[in-house]
Antibody, heavy 122, light 112 residues
């Protein structure tokens, strides 16, 4: 069974940093691109960042570019999101999600974790 | 960035009746490889989204055949042939043709 489990969400003060992790199991992690998507409470979905299966193709949303870094460790079946200079606008549930097709960039996001909550507040 | 616009924002439907949601993109979603990367997702309250349809009309594994997707270029539609109680929630279209990936604003489906 495919499982994605996010962790690392917390209450942090503005300007601080946080690192999210996503532990994957039940599929060949190193065959699939992975993405982070966030959702502010009561709001819609916002794509944050994505990384190809080999880790060399990476894109970010403009809203996080220069502050967030996505990475993956295929040996550990894990995806990460390093978030720096956090602001109130970053408060959201953060989901990791898997591409439906192997070897591509993003054909569709077929598996999602339950999400981890990041709250930025003083 | 490609802007995705969904209509309606809200759709009260009667059980057993059809429903449809439209999604329009600000530019063509045809990729250089010839494919169109338009997906539909469904999110129930308190749950993560789940994939229904990818590449316009491909139903994901386990998705009931009452869900269907159609469209081309910049105009796309999700149809539910006969709405069931479990279909309530918010539906999102999403384009993955070009980074940054973008979602529609969502359509809330509720039972009358």
């Amino acid at each position: 069974e495919v499982q994605l489990v996010e962790s690392g969400g917390d209450l942090v003060q503005p300007g601080r940093s946080l690192r999210l992790s996503c532990a994957a199991s039940g599929f060949s992690f190193d065959d699939y691109a992975m993405h982070w998507v966030r959702q502010a409470p009561g709001k819609g979905l916002e794509w944050v960042a994505g990384v190809s299966w080999h880790g060399t193709l990476i894109y970010y949303a403009d809203s996080v570019k220069g502050r967030f870094t996505i990475s993956r460790d295929n040996a550990k079946n894990s995806l990460y999101l390093q978030m720096n200079s956090l602001g109130a606008e970053d408060t959201a549930f953060y989901y990791c999600a898997k591409d439906v097709a192997s070897g591509g960039w993003c054909t569709g996001l077929d598996r999602w974790g339950q999400g981890t909550l990041v709250t930025v507040s003083s | 960035d490609i802007v995705m616009t969904q209509t309606p924002l809200s759709s009260p439907v009667t059980l057993g009746q059809p429903a449809s949601i439209s999604c329009r993109s600000s530019q063509s979603l045809v990729h250089n490889d010839g494919n169109t990367y338009l997906s539909w997702l469904h999110q129930r309250p308190g749950q993560p989204p789940r994939l229904l349809i990818y590449m316009i009309s491909n139903r994901f594994s386990g998705v009931p055949d009452r869900f269907s997707g159609s469209g081309a270029g910049t105009d796309f539609t999700l149809r539910i042939s006969r709405v069931e109680a479990e279909d309530v929630g918010v539906y999102y279209c999403m384009q993955t043709t070009q980074a940054p990936l973008t979602f529609g604003g969502g359509t809330k489906v509720e039972i009358k």
